[in-house]
C-alpha cells in the first residue's frame, strides 16, 4: 500500500471512528480551567486585566475579601512579583482555587475561580491578605509554604477520599468556632501542619499535630457564607467564609486530606482594611 494512501485511509478510519462513538463530553474541560488560572496569573503580574479577555464571560462578577467591588478597582490592578503560585482543580463544579504569595507585594491571595459551561469564567472570588491581615508576613509565609510544597503532590487513588468526605471534614473544622462536638468530627491526621497567616505548627516531627491550639470556646459566632472548592486528586478543599468572630474577616482555609485524614490546613485572613484583633 502506498504511504499516501495508508495515511488517508488511518485519516478515514479515524473519522468513521469518531462519528461512530463520540467521545463522551466531560463535565468540565481541564484545559479551560487551566488557561483560566494562568491567565489571572498573567493578569495579577501585570497589574491589568487584559490577560483575561479572552477566558472571560461578558457577565461575570467579582469578589475582594468578601465584598463585591469593580474588578477595576481591585488588587488586580496591582502588578505583583509571584513567588508561590499552586492551583487545585474542582472538575465537578467547573473551578479553581489559586494559591499565591507575593512576598514582595507584600500579599498572600487566595482566588477562586468559577466557570460556565463553555469554559468561560463567570466569577473571581479573591481573599487578598496584606500589612495588618492576621498574623500577616508574606516573606515568612513564603518560607513556610516552599518548604512544604513537595508534600503538595497528586495522591494516588489509593490515598483520595469523596468530596463528600473531604467537604465533611473542612466544614467539621469551620464548625469548631460554635459547635462543642465539631472537634470529634475532624478527622486529625498525623503529622498534620497549619499555616495560618505568617505563623506555622509544624516542627518537623513526625509526630506534629493540629490539636494545639484549636478553638476551645464552642460558643463563638459561625464561620458563615462557605464556598468550596474540592480537588479530589489533591486531597483538597478550599473554603471561603466570613469568619466572624474575627471583625467579620474575610477568610480563606485550605485543608488536605491524605487517606482521609487531615494533614495541612493554611489559612488567609484579611479584616476590611483594618489590624486584625481577635
Ligand atoms: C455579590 O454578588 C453575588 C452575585 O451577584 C450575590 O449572590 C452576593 O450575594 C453578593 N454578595 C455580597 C456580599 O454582596
Ligand atoms: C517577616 O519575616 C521575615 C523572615 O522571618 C523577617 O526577617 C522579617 O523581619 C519579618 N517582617 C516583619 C515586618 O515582621
Ligand atoms: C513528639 O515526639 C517528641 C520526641 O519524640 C516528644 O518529645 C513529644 O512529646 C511528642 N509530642 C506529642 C504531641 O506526642
Ligand atoms: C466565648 O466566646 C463568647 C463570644 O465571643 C464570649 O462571650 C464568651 O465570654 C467566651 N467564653 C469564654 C469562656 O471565654
Known amino acids: 500500500m502506498a504511504p499516501l494512501f495508508d495515511k488517508y485511509l488511518h485519516l478515514a478510519l479515524l473519522v468513521t471512528a469518531a462519528k461512530a462513538a463520540p467521545v463522551p463530553q466531560a463535565p468540565c474541560d481541564l484545559v479551560a480551567?487551566?488557561?483560566?488560572?494562568?491567565?489571572?496569573?498573567?493578569?495579577?503580574?501585570?497589574?491589568?486585566?487584559?490577560?483575561l479577555q479572552s477566558v472571560i464571560s461578558t457577565s461575570w462578577t467579582y469578589m475582594e475579601n468578601n465584598k463585591n467591588i469593580s474588578a477595576s478597582t481591585g488588587v488586580l490592578m496591582t502588578a505583583l512579583d509571584i513567588d508561590h503560585r499552586r492551583t487545585n482543580y474542582d472538575l465537578v463544579t467547573c473551578a479553581t482555587y489559586t494559591e499565591v504569595v507575593a512576598a514582595s507585594g507584600p500579599y498572600v491571595i487566595g482566588t477562586q475561580i468559577r466557570h460556565d459551561t463553555e469554559g468561560l469564567v463567570t466569577s473571581i472570588?479573591?481573599?487578598?491578605?496584606?500589612?495588618?491581615?492576621?498574623?500577616?508576613?508574606?516573606?515568612?509565609?513564603?518560607?513556610?509554604?516552599?518548604?512544604?510544597?513537595?508534600?503538595?503532590?497528586?495522591?494516588?487513588?489509593?490515598?483520595?477520599?469523596?468530596?463528600?468526605?473531604?467537604?465533611?471534614?473542612?466544614?467539621?473544622?469551620?464548625?469548631?468556632?460554635?459547635?462543642?462536638h465539631a472537634h470529634e468530627r475532624v478527622p486529625w491526621g498525623t503529622p498534620c501542619v497549619r499555616l495560618e497567616g505568617s505563623a506555622y505548627t509544624g516542627k518537623g516531627a513526625a509526630n506534629d499535630s493540629c490539636q494545639p491550639g484549636i478553638p476551645s470556646n464552642h460558643s463563638q459566632a459561625p464561620n458563615t457564607h462557605r464556598r468550596y472548592i474540592i480537588d479530589q486528586e489533591m486531597g483538597s478543599v478550599?473554603?471561603?467564609?466570613?469568619?466572624?468572630?474575627?471583625?467579620?474577616?474575610?477568610?480563606?482555609?485550605?485543608?488536605?486530606?491524605?487517606?482521609?485524614?487531615?494533614?495541612?490546613?493554611?489559612?488567609?485572613?484579611?479584616?476590611?482594611?483594618?489590624?486584625?484583633k481577635l
Request: net charge negative.
Open 33 to 51: 480551567l487551566e488557561q483560566a488560572a494562568d491567565a489571572y496569573i498573567a493578569a495579577q503580574t501585570a497589574g491589568s486585566l487584559v490577560p
Open 125 to 180: 472570588d479573591t481573599i487578598a491578605s496584606t500589612t495588618g491581615s492576621w498574623l500577616f508576613n508574606a516573606t515568612k509565609t513564603l518560607q513556610y509554604v516552599q518548604s512544604e510544597d513537595p508534600g503538595w503532590t497528586p495522591l494516588p487513588v489509593s490515598a483520595q477520599s469523596t468530596r463528600e468526605v473531604i467537604q465533611t471534614a473542612g466544614d467539621a473544622y469551620l464548625d469548631m468556632w460554635s459547635d462543642a
Open 238 to 276: 478550599s473554603v471561603f467564609c466570613v469568619w466572624e468572630h474575627m471583625m467579620n474577616a474575610a477568610d480563606s482555609h485550605e485543608f488536605r486530606l491524605e487517606k482521609g485524614k487531615l494533614r495541612y490546613v493554611h489559612t488567609i485572613t484579611e479584616c476590611g482594611g483594618k489590624t486584625c
